[in-house]
């Protein structure tokens, strides 16, 4: 790892050029980029979602959570950023990329498939119920109360 920390820059667009070892974050466009820890000066982009990574910033330091893993590079380094410190974090083997592939499409699934089904509750409404039974019920109901109280104001 030719980088064991990490400056940050809060920045308003992401830099084409990304100096190595300085995470730049977009807080107006909800994503980070850096230059792969590793030294390969791959851009690594993270970007800053309830799916995706969360931003820690404690004020002098930048944490993301989960792990950063470049198993789409060539170099498929894998470290965490934690207060501002990268800790390597071992290589990924092909069955953790496959499940991390699968949580973070199931993941996204969750988070806008709902938001999506929000848009469009027509679509998701259950069929109507049968239209006959509960309002001839609240009928009988309406014409029971009416003749007793019909009957208890005809008593005395
Ligand atoms: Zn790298």
């Known amino acids: 790892m030719r980088h064991s920390r990490l400056d940050h820059r809060f920045v308003e667009h992401l830099p084409d050029d990304l100096d190595p070892g300085v995470l730049y974050i977009s807080v107006a466009f909800g994503t980070a980029s850096h230059s792969c820890c590793c030294g390969c000066g791959e851009e690594v982009v993270t970007p800053i979602t309830p799916t995706d990574w969360r931003l820690t910033y404690d004020g002098e330091t930048i944490s993301l959570n989960p792990s950063v893993g ?21 290589p990924w083997s092909d069955e953790q990329i496959a499940r991390e592939r699968s949580r973070d499409q199931a993941a996204k699934a969750r988070h806008y498939g709902n938001a999506v089904t929000k848009d469009h509750t027509a679509v998701a409404l259950p069929p109507a119920p049968s239209p006959s ?15 007793s109280v019909f009957g208890k104001e005809r008593k005395p």
């Not at 470049?70 to 071992?90: D, F, M, P, Q, T």
């Open 70 to 90: 470049n198993w789409s590079l060539a170099c498929r380094s894998h470290y965490v950023i934690k207060a501002g410190r990268v800790i390597e974090a071992g």
């Open 133 to 147: 039974v509960p309002s001839n019920n609240g009928l009988f109901d309406r014409i029971r109360d009416w003749f």
